[in-house]
C-alpha cells in the first residue's frame, strides 16, 4: 500500500483491509458451494427436485448472521471515519483554496503560499473552499480526500508523523487542466517551519514579487513566458503590444496592453477577451488584492513593485527556468547546487559520464539540449543522476531555456 504518515489514517487502512478481507473470504466461499451444488444436485445425481416449504432455523440464520457482519463492517468504517473527523482542539488552521487549476494555502498569520507547508508531529485543520467549481483535496499519504464544492466550506485535518515531500493531487475532474492541478505536503521540523513562516518571499530566493505572485495563483497554468499559445495568450512581451479584444457585446477592437488593459485582464478577463481565446479565465477581483494586482502588472510591464524599471533583463526563458524549477537545483551565480551552475555553462569544456564511460565535451547548443530533454544520458561529473528527462517541453520552450543558458554563458 501507498506509504502512511498520518496516525488517524492506521483506522482506514485497518478498516480497508478487513473490508478487502471479508469480500474475498466471501467470494470464494460463495464460488466454493455454488460448485458443490453444481456437482452435488445436478440432473444426472438428482434427478427429482426436493419441495421445502419453510425452514425456521434456516431462515433465522440467514437474517441474522448478515445483519451482524454489515454492522461489523459498518463498524469498521465508522470508527475510521470518527478518527479522520475528530479534528483535536487547537490544531494550527491553514484555508485551502481550490481553483482552475492550482491550490492555494493561507497560515494564521496571513502568509500565502502554492505549496502546503507544514510542521511535522503538529494536528492541522484545513479550512476547505472552491472558487471556480468541484475540485477535491487528495493527500493519498494521509489518506485525506475531501470535496471542495463551490459555496461551501468544509474542513479536514491532518497530521505528519514523517519529515519529507508528499504528493497533492486534485481528485475531481474540473476541466482542461484538472491533470496538472498537482502540489506537494512539505512537512518541516518546527524550527524549519517557523522559519519558513516568518521568512519573506525575498528570504526565500530574491524573486521578483511579481513573478511570485504569478506563480503563486496559477497564471502560469495557462499561460506561457516563451511565446507559445497555451490555453491562454503568451505573457512575455505583453507591455505595448497591440491586441485584438472582443468587448462583452461582441464588438471588436484593436488596444494596446497597457496597465489599465492588464489590470482589468487580471480582474475581470471576460470584459476584454483576446480575439481567438475562450473565456475560461476565473476574475481575481476579490482573491487578488488590489496592490498585488499592481505589482503584478509592473512585473509585466518590466517594472519591480514600486514602479521603477527593473535593474535586470526579464528573459522569458529565465521565467521559464524558474516556472520549470531549474533553480532548484542550478545557481545563476557560479555556486554549485545539485547541479552545474548556468553561469559561464555555455562554451566552457566539461567531463560528463555514463555507465564507466568519460568523455570531455565543450557545452555547446546541441549538448545542452540534450542535457534538457535526455539528461540521464550524460551526467557532468562530480554530479548525482538526479534531473528528471524535460522531455515533455515544447520545443519553443526548450529553445527559450538554451537561449537563457547561453545568455549567462562564457566568452566563447
Ligand atoms: Cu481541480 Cu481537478
Not at 231 to 253: F, H, Q, S, Y
Not at 292 to 298: K, P, T
Not at 365 to 392: F, R, V
Request: net charge negative; proline share 5%.
Amino acid at each position: 500500500m501507498y506509504p502512511q504518515i498520518f496516525s488517524a489514517a492506521k483506522e482506514v487502512d485497518q478498516a480497508f483491509l478487513i473490508i478487502l478481507g471479508f469480500s474475498v473470504f466471501i467470494l470464494v466461499a460463495v464460488t466454493v458451494a455454488m460448485l458443490w451444488f453444481l456437482w452435488r444436485y445436478n440432473y444426472k445425481r438428482n434427478p427429482k427436485a426436493a419441495d421445502i416449504t419453510g425452514n425456521f432455523w434456516a431462515e433465522v440464520v440467514w437474517t441474522v448472521l448478515p445483519t451482524i457482519i454489515v454492522l461489523g463492517l459498518f463498524w469498521t468504517g465508522w470508527t475510521s471515519f470518527k478518527a479522520m473527523r475528530t479534528i483535536p482542539d487547537g490544531a494550527m488552521l491553514v484555508q485551502v483554496e481550490g481553483r482552475m487549476w492550482s491550490w492555494k494555502f493561507t497560515y494564521e498569520n496571513g502568509k500565502t503560499s502554492s505549496e502546503l507547508f507544514a510542521p511535522v508531529d503538529t494536528p492541522i485543520k484545513l479550512a476547505l473552499s472552491s472558487r471556480d467549481v468541484i475540485h477535491s483535496f487528495y493527500i493519498p499519504a494521509m489518506r485525506v480526500k475531501w470535496d471542495l464544492v463551490p459555496g461551501m466550506d468544509t474542513d479536514a485535518w491532518i497530521q505528519s508523523d514523517t519529515v519529507g515531500e508528499f504528493d497533492i493531487f486534485c481528485a475531481e475532474y474540473c476541466g482542461l487542466k484538472h491533470a496538472d492541478m498537482i502540489t506537494k505536503l512539505k512537512v518541516m521540523t518546527n524550527d524549519d517551519f517557523q522559519q519558513w513562516l516568518e521568512g519573506t518571499p525575498e528570504e526565500e530566493g530574491g524573486e521578483s514579487r511579481g513573478l511570485a505572485l504569478m506563480e503563486e495563483f496559477g497564471c502560469f497554468d495557462c499561460h506561457t513566458m516563451d511565446g507559445t499559445d497555451d490555453i491562454a495568450p503568451p505573457l512575455n512581451g505583453i507591455a505595448g503590444k497591440e491586441r485584438l479584444i472582443i468587448l462583452p457585446d461582441g464588438t471588436k477592437r484593436t488596444i494596446k496592453a497597457d496597465a489599465n488593459y492588464l489590470k482589468t485582464s487580471i480582474m475581470d478577463p471576460g470584459a476584454e477577451l483576446v480575439d481567438g481565446f475562450d473565456d475560461e479565465m476565473p476574475p481575481y477581483e476579490g482573491d487578488l488584492s488590489d496592490e498585488d494586482a499592481d505589482v503584478v502588472v509592473n512585473y509585466l510591464l518590466g517594472k519591480d513593485e514600486t514602479g521603477k524599471p527593473l535593474t535586470f533583463p526579464i528573459h522569458p526563458g529565465g521565467q521559464l527556468a524558474k516556472v520549470e524549477g531549474c533553480f532548484k537545483c542550478h545557481s545563476i551565480d557560479g555556486s554549485s547546487g545539485n547541479g552545474p551552475s548556468f553561469k559561464g555553462l555555455y562554451g566552457s569544456t566539461i567531463t560528463v559520464r555514463k555507465a564507466g564511460k568519460e568523455k570531455t565535451v565543450t557545452a555547446d547548443e546541441d549538448y545542452i539540449l540534450e542535457s534538457i530533454t535526455q539528461s540521464s544520458k550524460w551526467i557532468a561529473d562530480g554530479y548525482a543522476n538526479s534531473m528528471p528527462n524535460y522531455d515533455d517541453l515544447s520545443e519553443e520552450s526548450v529553445e527559450s531555456l538554451l537561449s537563457y543558458i547561453k545568455s549567462l554563458g562564457g566568452e566563447k
